[in-house]
């Protein structure tokens, strides 16, 4: 009986190896590379967003793919203390850094961002939860002082 078992234990113990020497590059329905969705396959730029007293955010709406990695700056003239806010937005999307004058921030989680002088950030993020969002400078009416978003 053992030697029947001995063979088969073998043969189980080697299998597992035929599987992981099969490296071969099948293309798959994600054209993502290694990094998965942070692949540069997976990357798009948006316009920036511009804090300035009276200026418009954006020319246009953001429209984004759920599951797409982003990139967008966002540019404060000085001209005045003004913040962003969006917590539902930043709450329906992974940020995976925003860079400040050569420094990497990995948040958790953000509400909100203020420019108290000139300066600039970018965030990268992956667009996750489908749905209709926005972000506007807090206590401003006018509808150039938002943007809407909209995740697909």
């Not at 940020?95 to 953000?110: H, K, Q, S, W």
């Amino acid at each position: 009986m053992l030697k029947k078992l001995l063979p088969c234990m073998a043969f189980a113990l080697v299998l597992p190896t035929f599987a992981i020497a099969d490296n071969h590059d099948d293309d798959d329905d994600t054209g993502f590379g290694l990094a998965g969705l942070l692949s540069g396959s997976n990357k798009e730029d948006l316009p920036p967003i511009t804090l300035s007293a009276g200026m418009p955010l954006t020319d246009a709406p953001w429209v984004l793919k759920s599951g797409t990695y982003y990139e967008f700056e966002i540019i404060g003239d000085g001209s005045q203390e003004l913040g962003l806010a969006g917590p539902e937005f930043f709450h329906a999307i992974w940020i995976d850094e925003i860079v400040v004058a050569g420094l990497e921030i990995r948040p958790l989680g953000l509400d909100s961002i203020e420019f108290d002088e000139a300066g600039e950030m970018e965030i990268g993020f992956i667009a996750i939860k489908p749905g209709t969002y926005y972000l506007k400078v807090p206590e401003s009416t006018g509808e150039t002082q938002r943007l809407d978003i909209t995740i697909k």
